[in-house]
């Protein structure tokens, strides 16, 4: 069956409808930093639980500090049960502090004039009943939703948790990655002398390196294939074996000795997509097998970080349980555009200038590794754009 091309945004809609997020499993809140929330979290009490101070100053009745001075008869403390303010007189308050019965106001310390014990207002200063004051509930009621599933846990979003109270939470558990290269040409690490002919291994370190960044893929197990039916059915089957996505590097298009769409189908795969509307990358193949995708990318090395960061990435978000899988891009302004349109989705490295602003990185090529080295990720130019943008941005950051 022949597939028609698809435009990548569609390959990742298409492909993350067949996909379910992984299990979960439990883990105290301090540990769960940069994982993926599974379960809503709610406030356990009112935030805040009292009314509270919002400044420094003293907490008062309006009406009997506007008519005169107020003695100063005690403190609120930050963590202590709130004071009862006697009638005709001030607490000295911190922000934070609970706000006394009696007091209907705090009035800040720069708005008074503070001798012998005692406080007035400053001149042309006023002070009204409710000011400075936090109620009880004012930022959320309890129930209230703080945290939605599929999210990844910030530094704010764990201390919003242990706000609530939770000493535990429910995660999704880490992917398993296997990353599959292929080539008969290709050397591995530890090689003896590399004869010219030969190949060094640039794509499996390059996708081991952008996967195995993220906090929610547990490891990147890297493997190698030769050019053969056989030898690629094994590593598919082993990978399918021990995690949750695997990915293949060349081998995808049409090739005398491309055998990697023959072999996903061998293994159970149901090809969704082996084209995209892009460059680099158009030979881009996209499967599941028993729930599980399949993502076959062309062998050049600029192929296998493009499409490995714009439909691998999301679709691996996807599994790991994030709500947002292909978030919307930020962009950048080109300082200068050169190169004439293409009828598809182009791919281009660029490096980053200013904020929001970009150069295109010099490229010999879609094979060449040195290139996009110094880039900071690349533009999407849609079909037949040449102009200096805006074009959405993506960094090799996942």
């Known amino acids: 069956m022949t597939l028609q091309a698809i435009e990548p945004a569609a390959a990742i809609e298409l492909l993350a409808s067949r996909l379910a997020p992984i299990g979960t499993e439990e883990l105290a809140t301090p540990d769960a930093t940069g994982r993926v929330l599974a379960r809503e979290v709610r406030l356990d009490r009112d935030s805040p639980a009292c009314d509270v101070s919002a400044m420094d100053g003293f907490a008062v009745s309006a009406e009997e500090l506007t008519a005169g001075v107020l003695p100063i008869v005690g403190e609120c403390r930050i963590g202590e049960a709130p004071e009862t303010l006697p009638a005709g007189s001030a607490l000295r308050i911190y922000t934070g502090s609970p706000v006394p019965d009696g007091a209907d106001a705090v009035i800040r310390l720069e708005h008074v004039i503070e001798s012998e014990g005692s406080i007035t207002l400053i001149k042309g200063k006023s002070?009204?009943?409710?000011?400075?004051?936090?109620?009880?509930?004012?930022?959320?009621?309890?129930?209230?939703v703080v945290l939605s599933p599929g999210i990844e846990l910030t530094a704010a979003a764990i201390g919003a948790v242990a706000t609530v109270g939770l000493t535990v939470i429910p995660v999704h558990r880490r992917l398993r990655v296997t990353v599959i290269t292929t080539g008969n040409e290709l050397a591995q690490f530890g090689e003896g002398e590399l004869k010219p002919w030969r190949l060094r291994d640039s794509n499996g370190p390059a996708l081991a390196a952008m996967l195995g960044a993220a906090p929610w893929i547990e490891s990147v197990r890297r493997m190698h294939a030769n050019d053969s039916l056989d030898s690629l059915k094994m590593a598919i089957s082993l990978g399918l074996g021990g995690s949750e996505a695997v990915v293949l590097t060349g081998g995808v298009s049409k090739g005398a000795y491309d055998f990697v769409p023959d072999a996903v189908r061998a293994e159970g795969g149901d090809v969704l997509f082996h084209r995209l509307r892009a460059r680099p990358g158009q030979p881009t193949l996209g499967a599941i097998a028993g729930g599980k995708p399949i993502i076959g990318l062309p062998g050049n090395p600029l192929a296998v970080l493009t499409a490995g960061r714009r439909v691998l990435a999301p679709l691996l978000k996807r599994l790991a349980g994030l709500a947002t899988f292909d978030p919307p891009a930020s962009h950048v302004t080109l300082n200068a555009w050169s190169g004439k349109p293409l009828p598809l989705t182009w791919w281009r490295p660029v490096t980053l200038t200013a904020p929001g602003v970009a150069r295109l990185a010099a490229?010999?090529?879609?094979?060449?590794?040195?290139?996009?080295?110094?880039?900071?990720?690349?533009?999407?130019?849609?079909?037949?754009?040449?102009?200096?943008?805006?074009?959405?941005?993506?960094?090799?950051?996942?």
């Open 127 to 144: 002070v009204r009943a409710g000011e400075d004051i936090r109620r009880r509930g004012e930022n959320a009621a309890a129930g209230s």
């Open 363 to 398: 490229l010999q090529g879609s094979g060449d590794v040195c290139g996009p080295a110094m880039s900071d990720g690349f533009i999407e130019v849609p079909p037949e754009r040449a102009d200096a943008g805006p074009y959405s941005y993506y960094s090799w950051r996942i």
